[in-house]
C-alpha cells in the first residue's frame, strides 16, 4: 500500500497546494521581514498591544527558540514566540505575532471553535500515528474489521483540521482588526500583513485537504478490498 500509485494520484492535489502554500508564506515572510513597520515596535510588543487593546490579561509572552515556532499555548496561557517574530520590528513579525495574540483573545472569549480544537488535539495526535499503523495492520493481515476501525480513528485527524482552519482564520481576522484599531500598522500597511497571515492561512488548507484525501485514499481501498473479501 506504501507504494500504491493510486496514493499519489489521489493525493496530487494536496500535495501540490502544500507545495505552493509553502512556497507562498516563504515568499510572503521574506518580503514582508524586510519592510519595518512605522510603529517601530517588535512582535513581543505587537502582541502585547494586541491583546491589551482587547482586553485580555494574565497571558505571558516569551521567546522561544527556532523558525516560524510561532503558538500559543492555552494550556499555560503563554504566548510563545520565534526570535526574530519576538525581536522583529518588521511587518512579517507584527502580523505573526499578532495572529498568535488573536488566539489567545478567542481563548478569553472562549470562541467555540477553539474549544473544540483544543478538547480534539490529544485524539487527532494518537489518530494521525494510530490510524496509520491499524489500517496498514488490517491489509497486513487481511482483516477487513480492522482496517474499519483504523480509518475510523485517522478520521479524529480530519476533523481536527476541519475545526482548525476556522479557529485560523478567525484568529488572523482578530490581528489585522486588532493592528489597525490599536495604531500598530497604517491601513497603508495592512495588505502586506493581510499577505503574510493569507499566505499561512493557505498552510491549513492544503494540510486540511491532504488529509480529506488521504481519508478518500483509505476509504476506495478498503471498499476495494471488501468487495475482494465477499
Do not use: C
Not at 494586541?50 to 494550556?75: K, N
Not at 500515528?129 to 495492520?137: D, E, M, R
Not at 484568529?171 to 490599536?182: D, F, G, I, P, Y
Not at 488521504?214 to 478490498?225: D, K
Amino acid at each position: 500500500m506504501i507504494f500504491d500509485p493510486l496514493y499519489f494520484i489521489v493525493l496530487a492535489p494536496g500535495i501540490l497546494l502544500g507545495f505552493y502554500a509553502q512556497w507562498k508564506i516563504s515568499s510572503a515572510y521574506n518580503r514582508a521581514s524586510r519592510i519595518a513597520t512605522r510603529s517601530g515596535i517588535n512582535g513581543a510588543e505587537a502582541a502585547a498591544h494586541v491583546m491589551d487593546g482587547a482586553g485580555v490579561r494574565g497571558v505571558g509572552i516569551e521567546d522561544i527558540p527556532g523558525q516560524l515556532t510561532d503558538h500559543y499555548d492555552p494550556s499555560a496561557k503563554v504566548l510563545r514566540l520565534s526570535p526574530d517574530v519576538y525581536e522583529g520590528h518588521s511587518i512579517a513579525s507584527v502580523g505573526i505575532a499578532a495572529h498568535e495574540a488573536g488566539h489567545a483573545i478567542q481563548d478569553a472569549r472562549r470562541y467555540a471553535p477553539l474549544v473544540v480544537r483544543n478538547a480534539v488535539v490529544p485524539l487527532a495526535n494518537f489518530g494521525s500515528g494510530a490510524g496509520w499503523i491499524v489500517i496498514v495492520l488490517g491489509f497486513a493481515l487481511q482483516m477487513t474489521g480492522l482496517i474499519w476501525i483504523g480509518i475510523a480513528v485517522f478520521s479524529l485527524t480530519v476533523i481536527f483540521q476541519l475545526v482548525n482552519l476556522p479557529v485560523e482564520f478567525d484568529a488572523s481576522r482578530r490581528a489585522k482588526q486588532e493592528l489597525v484599531r490599536t495604531g500598530i500598522i497604517s491601513p497603508e500597511e495592512l495588505p502586506e500583513v493581510r499577505r503574510v497571515l493569507s499566505a499561512a492561512a493557505l498552510t491549513y488548507v492544503a494540510a486540511t485537504l491532504t488529509s480529506i484525501l488521504t481519508l478518500l485514499y483509505f476509504l476506495m481501498r478498503a471498499g476495494a478490498f471488501g468487495r475482494r473479501s465477499d
